[in-house]
């Protein structure tokens, strides 16, 4: 929708709602990056070999695709005539935030998030060197020490993005990492024979969030409330929405279950490589001379998207990711198995 907003008239109300929608995304995205990371660390190791394995792992998984992805844009800007910034491809691999206004983005632009995912890679690596509780402790400190520090740099409640790398990096969107950690040790401690009271609490809890969402969407929607909340109620739906996920059993999944999984193991590829197959549709319908059906657009670029990512995660990313994998001899004790593939934090050990 953003991409046709160029050419075709949503009203505001309808591009808000996309942004938001946009943004309860990346919530998601981060609260589940600490919730795993929790839930598959093998605490039983620390110090230096725990803190190499575990950042080997991470870069394993996020840094090859993502620099295949960053060169295609780059060969794309090319042919647009826009020349190379040394400096801009150097912070951009690197995952360092570059001061700039109006917005700080890396050459891929989708590559921001991943640039809070690699930050807070490094404090969970670095808190390796301590036992579980305090290492877990250690993290949640430093993020609340940053955005408190940041609260100077950036007012918290001012909508605009950061423009320098220290608004960035002590920005309050690294909160959904500290929620995340925190689902994980309570559900990691379901583990015992209180998950199923435990389970119950959380369950009461996120609905109440739910509930609390509803009511503030609706009163955004009738101007009575500041879109300065609108945050904090992204932010609280999408920690329901985990919580809920991670207290769930559903069982053996069904046909469409075991599609979605198969799709989220492509969701790295798909976050990856999205919008280059949205902007060949938007090309295309252009060439075409279509100037209506907007909901038509939508549905044919979110299927481009998703054969896009399916076909660059089979035909290249897990290809990739198994022949740069740390040895599968790897011991048992050193080995911090993790699940799924979409999520940089979802890696295969």
């Not at 579980?132 to 250690?138: D, F, G, L, P, V």
């Not at 001012?158 to 500290?178: N, S």
């Amino acid at each position: 929708m953003y991409w046709q907003s160029k050419t075709i008239e949503f009203g505001p109300t309808l591009l808000a709602v996309v942004q938001h929608v946009g943004d309860f995304a990346v919530y998601i995205f981060f609260i589940v990056s600490g919730y795993i990371m929790v839930q598959t660390t093998n605490y039983d190791v620390v110090g230096l070999p725990a803190v190499k394995h575990f950042l080997i792992n991470r870069l394993v998984r996020v840094v090859p695709l993502y620099w295949i992805a960053t060169f295609v844009e780059l060969g794309l800007n090319s042919q647009h005539g826009k020349g190379l910034q040394i400096e801009k491809l150097i912070h951009s691999l690197f995952f360092v935030p570059q001061s700039a206004t109006p917005v700080m983005r890396p050459i891929l632009g989708v590559g921001w998030t991943l640039n809070y995912e690699m930050f807070f890679y490094v404090m969970f690596a670095l808190s390796l060197f301590l036992p579980r509780k305090r290492a877990i402790a250690a993290v949640l400190g430093v993020i609340c020490m940053l955005i408190a520090f940041g609260g100077f740099a950036k007012p918290w409640f001012a909508l605009g993005q950061p423009t320098t790398a220290v608004a960035f990096l002590t920005a309050p969107l690294l909160l959904t990492f500290a929620l995340g950690m925190l689902l994980g040790v309570v559900v990691r401690h379901d583990d015992s024979n209180s998950r199923t009271h435990s389970s119950s609490f959380v369950f009461a809890v996120l609905m109440a969030l739910i509930a609390l969402d509803i009511v503030a969407a609706t009163m955004w929607f009738a101007n009575q409330i500041s879109p300065n909340f609108l945050p904090l109620v992204g932010v609280s739906l999408a920690f329901a929405s985990v919580a809920f996920a991670a207290v769930t059993d559903i069982g053996k999944p069904s046909l469409f279950g075991r599609a979605l999984v198969g799709l989220g193991g492509a969701s790295y590829a798909l976050y990856l490589f999205h919008f280059f197959a949205i902007a060949a549709v938007g090309r295309a319908w252009k060439a075409f001379g279509i100037t209506e059906m907007p909901w038509l657009f939508s549905f044919c670029a979110m299927a481009a998207a998703l054969g896009v990512g399916i076909a660059v995660y089979r035909l290249v990313d897990a290809p990739l990711s198994r022949a740069l994998r740390p040895s599968s001899r790897t011991t048992k004790a050193q080995s911090q198995t993790n699940v799924g593939a979409g999520n940089p934090a979802l890696s295969v050990s």
